[in-house]
């Protein structure tokens, strides 16, 4: 799913996509967007009573035959009386029992009226009753007869919407009348915005299914799909799979019949119709050129026909254009485009930028003004990882929205190289970073409500970095060849974190930082590291004609939840004039820790490079060490200011082990280190900063003699 979000042109390639004004600057991924017209919201979509589900239930369901008759609210195109709300459907569901004595099915079902259930164990059903009710929002089943692990039954459950509410309290499904006002259009344009033709669909994720058909409502549970829908005869419908046929029912209906080709989680089953214009692009298999998908696309006529690109009419055809070429690129990424079509429809209003219903997508009519490419792709993305492979719980979002907001930034990359995947990371950093960064919680575990809402840039930015410390960490070769086999290996079922967190443990050895404590830290603990860098370098070079120096990164973050040590891999940037030079990956694993560096030139000044773990990072100290190479004993910095870092550098010639004590000038001892052997000769004392104002003695004991130091703090 894709929110909307403000942001800014940021090169002038980007001006030639997105349009400056300030309704097309919405569009998605950092925060719950609305129709901002200058007048109230349209629509409060955090929803705050949606129950918390992780434990499965005790049935598998096998497939959904669903039957909506949708033809009284469809048939007159502007009324909305409450006799306009009222549709019947049927939903057949046949279920298969994961253990011994079941004796009944609970079925998610809101706001829907029951009229009668019928159970089959065999090729007959059989009424229940009295007719199940709805209780606290489910419908307990009754079967005639228990169930044993691997037993199956049908359940016939005959029901009827009639939600006569306003459209704010819209949940599941959604109608609206042909010339409803939407709003109006801020400058340049200010043309008012209507519903072109009477339009009706249903949005489910996190867990509105309910409100449309009785169902198990959770993403762990895949199932076949039919979805049959009767409609008046100039209207179209957009649905899962693949269309089987169209029949007419008399002279005034027609009844679609779609059948998705691959199992299918409730909260990715959707219905749209309207009186749409229908037309196709190609994409041509990676895997065989011969091969076609069908892109399908459902739009109204007059975006059909616009031709304006300034912004000021909604172009379909100019929108979609890229978008064989996006299923190319993301096959060639990933794996194969897993489906039998892909397909969008474009909706107004709608509460999103998008939703990627499987094979269908439904956006925002809005994207088609602003020809949103990357929130097109997003969704496309998510073909791939959430559709394909779905996160079993809402605890596991992260993997969905994650993948899907990264892959845009690889889809940048596609576009614009290593400028456009970074331009990407680093605006989810910031976002992440305004919304809170060392505030946020953990991104594993978040309530329902604020998946989507209060807590949407956890999922959605900082689980994009989680895809990408994974994919640095690895190397590029190596982490798509284990992400392409986990696709493959898990398509068309759902996962957990462990699972993910399992796979790549059994199918990587050694890497830098074991897996199990780089997610850890990344979802199941908050925050990120917060690094401030000392360092020191000598101003001449050594005999290799190189600068030699050591640097120390400390890490200062403290939170709730927060882990005091990230283990992650840095690089590390060094600056002289125009002249950059990257470090090896170096792995930071320690509160503080000095690392020796050897450059062909004396730097001017250090950066982390933010591009390699999501982080912070305060101050940054560079100290010049004028003393000759040659000494046994170099000290530095001297003096030293808040929150540097004390180094005490000893030749080859310095015999170990070595004692170092710091005291004051009044001989109270603060500070005691160690070394012995070690072929790293340089001691830190990262406490020293903090220190009082004032004079110290540094006293160096080794085997032959004792030397005394003054080290001034100021």
């Known amino acids: 799913m894709v929110f909307k979000m403000r942001y800014f042109v940021f090169a002038l390639v980007f001006i ?14 950092d925060e719950i967007q609305y129709y901002d017209f200058g007048e109230s919201n349209l629509y409060k979509v955090i929803k705050k009573d949606i129950p918390f589900a992780v434990n499965p239930r005790p049935y598998d369901v096998i497939e959904y035959e669903l039957y909506l008759d949708w033809y009284n609210v469809m048939k007159n195109p502007t009324s909305m009386d409450s006799l306009d709300r009222i549709w019947s459907g049927v939903n057949t569901i046949t279920a298969q029992s994961s253990v011994d004595n079941l004796t009944n099915l609970e079925l998610d079902c809101a706001g829907l009226y029951i009229d009668s259930v019928f159970v089959s164990n065999g090729s007959e059903f059989q009424k229940v009753v009295p007719t199940p009710k709805v209780i606290n929002k489910k419908l307990i089943i009754p079967l005639q007869t228990n169930l044993n692990y691997g037993d199956t039954v049908k359940i016939k459950v005959f029901y009827t919407y009639a939600r006569n509410i306003p459209e704010e309290n819209y949940r599941g499904f959604y109608l609206y009348p042909k010339g409803k006002f939407v709003g109006r259009l801020p400058a340049p344009f200010y043309d008012s915005v209507f519903v072109e033709e009477r339009l009706a669909y249903t949005m489910s994720e996190p867990e509105d299914a309910r409100y449309w058909m009785p169902c198990n409502d959770a993403p762990y549970d895949k199932a076949n799909a039919r979805i049959t829908v009767r409609v008046p005869r100039d209207y179209v419908v957009a649905s899962n799979g693949y269309l089987d ?38 994409y041509r298999k990676v895997t065989n050129p011969n091969d076609s998908i069908e892109i399908q696309y459902y739009v109204w006529e007059k975006d059909f026909k616009a031709t304006k690109t300034d912004g000021s009419e909604y172009n379909a055809r100019n929108t979609f254009q890229t978008t064989p070429k996006m299923m190319e690129f993301f096959s060639r990424t990933f794996v194969e485009y897993p489906f039998i079509k892909y397909g969008m429809t474009s909706v107004m209003p709608f509460n999103f930028g998008g939703m990627e219903h499987q094979t269908i997508t439904t956006i925002n009519r809005v994207w088609l003004r602003q020809n949103s490419q990357f929130g097109i792709a997003h969704e496309l993305a998510h073909q791939w990882i959430g559709d394909l492979v779905t996160c079993a719980t809402w605890n596991d979002i992260w993997f969905n929205e994650g993948g899907a ?27 992440y970073l305004k919304k809170g960064g060392l505030t946020l919680p953990p991104i594993y575990g978040l309530p329902i409500n604020t998946i989507f809402g209060d807590y949407a840039v956890l999922v959605y930015q900082k689980a994009s970095w989680v895809y990408h410390m994974l994919k640095f960490m690895l190397g590029d070769s190596l982490f798509f060849q284990t992400f392409r086999s986990f696709l493959q290996d898990n398509s068309f079922q759902s996962i957990t974190t462990e699972d993910f967190i399992n796979y790549f443990s059994k199918k990587v ?3 830098l930082v074991d897996f199990s404590t780089f997610f850890n830290q990344w979802l199941y603990k908050a925050g990120h590291p917060v690094f401030v860098v000392n360092s020191a370098f000598h101003s001449f070079p050594n005999q290799d004609n190189r600068y030699e120096g050591v640097v120390t990164v400390s890490q200062t973050q403290s939170g709730n939840n927060i882990p005091e040590v990230f283990k992650c891999p840095v690089r590390l940037l060094f600056k002289s004039g125009d002249t950059l030079t990257t470090s090896s990956t170096l792995v930071v694993e320690e509160r503080t820790q000095s690392f020796k560096v050897s450059l062909p030139f004396f730097p001017d000044s250090i950066f ?10 305060g101050d940054i100290y560079l100290t010049s060490l004028e003393s000759n190479q040659n000494e046994e004993i170099k000290i530095f910095p001297n003096p030293i200011e808040k929150n540097q870092i004390l180094f005490i550098e000893f030749s080859e010639k310095y015999e170990l082990p070595i004692i170092l004590e710091l005291f004051d000038i009044l001989g109270n001892k603060f500070l005691t280190k160690k070394l012995e052997f070690s072929s790293v000769r340089i001691v830190s004392f990262d406490d020293v900063g903090k220190l009082p104002s004032g004079m110290y003695v540094l006293r160096i004991h080794s085997p032959k003699q004792i030397h005394n130091h003054l080290i001034q703090k100021n």
């Open 16 to 29: 030639t996509l997105f349009f400056q004004n300030s309704f097309a600057s919405r569009i998605f991924l």
């Open 245 to 282: 046929k169209v029949l007419t029912d008399g002279d005034t209906a027609k009844i679609f019949f779609w059948i998705s080709d691959k199992p299918i989680t409730t909260y990715l089953m959707s219905v749209t119709t309207s009186k749409y214009v229908v037309y196709s692009d190609w």
């Open 405 to 431: 907001t990264w892959s845009e930034a690889l889809y940048a990359e596609s576009l614009w190289g290593d400028w456009g995947y970074n331009y990407f990371l680093l605006s989810s950093r910031q976002s």
């Open 509 to 511: 050895a050694n890497p």
């Open 608 to 617: 982390i490079d933010t591009t390699s773990v999501l982080c912070e990072v």
